[in-house]
Each structure stands twice: as structure tokens, then as C-alpha cells.
């Protein structure tokens, strides 16, 4: 188990997930330009239990889930960049707060691990494809 085991709570056979076979993370950049490519969100975290909230604070090897999927073209081994705007200005420059990996991926939500982390990574921060 990976958390405690509540009375009430749903069983599921064990799924193996394959992992994507990579070279390690591509070198990565705070100041990169913007891709534009596939932008998405992160949606929710394997952080926490039935009391997380979107002020939970992701960092490297953490686990998360992302509002694209197979329908959008992701596939397990993209790159995605993490990034914040200025919600109050959104014309000033983006924040690259770090970097996931896709690790499983279905029709309309993948499954990432957060491979580099510059500062905190919420639910809610912006993702793009990396090139």
C-alpha cells in the first residue's frame, strides 16, 4: 500500500505500468521560450489523501495527473514544462517552475512524475509540451 487502507475504500487489480525507457531528463532551461504545443494543466496528485488541495506542493519523484491524454497525442516519455503566470498581470513573462515526465498515458488524462522542480509545483500550474 502506498497510503492507509480506509473501510469503504475500492479495490482494483494490481496494473504493472510500464516505464518509458529514456536517456534521463533533457537538459532543461528556466528561460526557455514557450512551445505553445499542447497546453494543459496539472490536475490532480498522488500526494496526500482525501484532503488534498490544490495548496499541496509537488517537487521531484512526486507523482501527478494531467488534463491531456491519448486523444491529445501524448504518449508515456514526453517532456512536459511546469509553469505559472501572473494571474494578475498575465502579460508579464512565465514562471518555469520545473519539469514532468509522462509515465502512463489514457484517453483524456495522463499519469507524469515530476522529474526536475526549480521551486514549489501546485495543482493548477500550466504544463506545455517540451520540443
Known amino acids: 500500500s502506498y497510503s492507509a487502507i480506509m473501510r469503504g475504500d ?8 510500464p ?3 529514456t536517456f534521463g531528463s533533457p537538459e532543461f532551461d ?3 521560450p514557450s512551445t505553445k504545443k499542447l497546453p494543459g494543466t496539472i490536475i490532480e496528485s498522488f500526494v496526500g489523501g482525501s484532503d ?5 506542493i509537488l517537487s521531484e519523484g512526486n507523482i501527478a495527473y494531467v488534463d491531456l491524454g491519448s486523444q ?4 508515456p ?5 511546469v509553469f505559472k503566470r501572473d494571474r494578475f498581470d498575465p502579460r508579464l ?4 517552475s520545473g519539469e514532468v515526465m509522462v509515465i502512463k498515458v489514457q484517453e483524456a488524462t495522463s499519469v507524469v512524475v515530476v522529474t526536475q522542480s526549480n521551486t ?4 493548477g500550474d500550466q504544463i506545455e509540451l517540451n520540443q
Do not use: H, K, Q
Not at 514549489?120 to 495543482?123: C, D, E, G, Q, S
Open 10 to 17: 475500492f479495490l482494483i487489480p494490481r496494473e504493472d505500468i
Open 19 to 21: 516505464v518509458p525507457l
Open 30 to 32: 528556466r528561460c526557455n
Open 52 to 56: 488534498v488541495s490544490d495548496a499541496t
Open 72 to 75: 491529445d497525442g501524448v504518449a
Open 77 to 81: 516519455g514526453d517532456y512536459f514544462t
Open 93 to 96: 513573462p512565465r514562471f518555469v
Open 120 to 123: 514549489a509545483i501546485f495543482l
